[in-house]
């Protein structure tokens, strides 16, 4: 059996690995968020800077982000959305490669190991992503609620499954503050229209938590917002040439 790494020889070997920043953003996600930020703490890729953007809330979500210490960064901006949040975390961050983690999410333990280890065998490779598996929250009474799983495991184009090398993304553009519900929508929708060079892995990256406060659950905005991000895409796409006029209106 090898010998156990020594704790200073693993600490220098850890110094030569890319650093990946993860960006929380919480509003008002007090019951959810620790486990959260646990998910993140106990990757087993540990090169990682972990940055929480409190949107404003009004609950207790400050102070369990800052129950973690000095294992964080705790910043609060006023309230403005989710993608204002996204794009505040960026600016703070220092990574090579970026992640993102909904408050009320969870990531499996190995996601920052194989997501590094496809990008580590692909220098071309800008991003990956993985499948999800859906959950009902353990809080939720089944008999009193019409939550149901519809798909319990499907690929993710999300940013709960997302690792990007930072010179992509700051190519693509930041998350756009119009929208609420489908900022990440937008932001993938512009980086397939730049040609993203990206990858599915078979494995379950991300845990996303269904539970009666789930902001996607607000489906006639949700609607509303998804309707105008197609029009723009497809608007900007006949403006490059890439979509033919003939049969659309």
Known sequence: MPSK??????????????????????????????????????????????IVIDDGSSDRSGAVAQSFGKAIVYHKIDHSGGATALNHGVDLSQGEYLAFLDADDLWVEDKLTWQMAALSQDSELEAVFGQVEQFISPEIDLNTTNLTIQTKVSPAYHKDTLLIRRQSFEQI??????????????????????????????Q??????????????????????????????????????????????
């Open 5 to 50: 790494q020594p704790k200073d020889e693993k600490s220098r070997a850890d110094m030569t690995e890319p650093l990946i920043s993860v960006i929380i953003p919480v509003y008002n996600c007090e019951q959810y968020l620790a486990a959260a930020v646990e998910s993140v703490l106990g990757q087993t890729y540990q090169t990682i800077e972990v």
């Open 173 to 202: 553009g930041r998350f756009n503050a119009q929208f609420q519900l489908v900022d990440f929508i937008e932001w993938y929708l512009r980086a397939t229209e730049q040609g993203l060079n990206s990858l599915m892995l078979p």
């Open 204 to 249: 379950i990256l991300a845990k996303r938590r269904l539970h009666q406060t789930n902001t996607t659950l607000r489906l006639p905005q949700y609607r509303v917002e998804y309707a105008r991000v197609l029009k723009a895409s497809l608007d900007r796409r006949r403006k490059l040439g890439k979509v033919s006029t003939d049969n659309n209106p």
